[in-house]
């Protein structure tokens, strides 16, 4: 079934008037010496800010659905050199052309009863990775991108039962944004899904952040594009149709961990010190 007229003739005008604006993403990722790169799927930057306590930095993202923020990685070269392990079947597209070394983790790990893949083996194999010291490691993960999963009692579990595969009965609706679109999804329902599953992988990774922290690799979070639940300022569209280069969809989190050097922390300590006075 394809999406309704009216829905179809607002979103082509968003791709007409949007258009390809570049973005900040790709350039501070050159200019950035990382050693691990977590790229969240569909992880808007005002949803990670509300769930993860921590300074959530803004940069724009070259792309507003996966597909096109691969190309545009072709493109800049950001990904060169680095060994990427993704839950994402994207990369299939791009292997030849991307400049990494993709694990196609899609294809090892994926989960038949949440139709994912779940951080955790991604996340345990970016740390063999830099371990390693065979170049720059990179862990695409499919959350919080549907079908929102979420953690429970230290289980995965779907957040919103009723969301389900990407059709209907009668294989008729083949996508997320279809369903959403003809009314078939409790979109409310929905977004309060999708904003477990940020929470749930912010939760997943935060220990992991700690662990390479203390190993000496500078990290960075970010995510590919966002996600959007059919709201005005969201142009009455849903999930994250390419092209729509929207701040919602392209608005992306960053976020830069980065391993406090000896002379930091002696910095710091004089800092203090004048702070309360004691030195000058």
């Known amino acids: ?5 009216p829905y179809r003739a607002r979103k082509f005008l ?26 969240l799927d569909a992880c808007r930057a005002d949803a990670l800010r509300e769930v993860a306590h921590w300074p959530i930095e803004t940069v724009t993202s070259p792309a507003s659905c996966t597909p096109e923020w691969l190309g545009e990685c072709v493109s800049s070269g950001v990904l060169d050199a680095a060994t990427v392990v993704s ?10 052309e991307l400049g990494a070394t993709v694990e196609r983790y899609w294809e090892r790990h994926w989960n ?24 720059p490691a990179v862990g695409h993960l499919q959350q919080p991108h549907w079908p929102y999963v979420a953690k429970l009692d230290g289980s995965w579990r779907l957040a919103y039962d009723d969301l389900g595969p990407w059709s209907d009965s009668d294989g008729e609706i083949d996508s997320l ?34 662990e390479w922290l203390d190993a000496g690799y500078t990290t960075v979070v970010t995510a590919d594009h966002g996600e959007i639940f059919g709201r005005a300022r969201e142009l009455r569209l849903y999930e994250h149709p390419c092209g729509c280069h929207i701040a919602p969809l392209v608005e992306v989190p960053w976020v830069e961990f980065r391993p406090r050097t000896a002379t930091d922390a002696a910095e710091s300590v004089e800092g203090r010190l004048k702070a309360l006075g004691y030195a000058e």
């Open 112 to 135: 038949d009863e949440l139709s994912t893949v779940l951080p955790e083996p991604i996340l345990d194999r970016v740390t063999e990775i830099a371990d390693a010291e065979t170049g």
């Open 14 to 39: 968003c791709q007409q008037v949007t258009g390809r604006r570049g973005g900040s993403q790709h350039r501070r990722l050159d200019a950035t010496d990382w050693d691990i790169l977590l790229v």
């Open 87 to 96: 839950g994402n079947a994207q990369y299939a597209k791009v292997t030849d």
């Open 177 to 210: 944004q279809v369903a959403m679109a003809r009314g078939h999804v409790d979109v409310e329902a929905a977004s309060d899904a999708y904003s477990a599953a940020v929470w749930s992988v912010w939760d997943a990774i935060a220990p992991y952040l700690r």
């Open 1 to 5: 079934m394809k999406e309704p007229f």
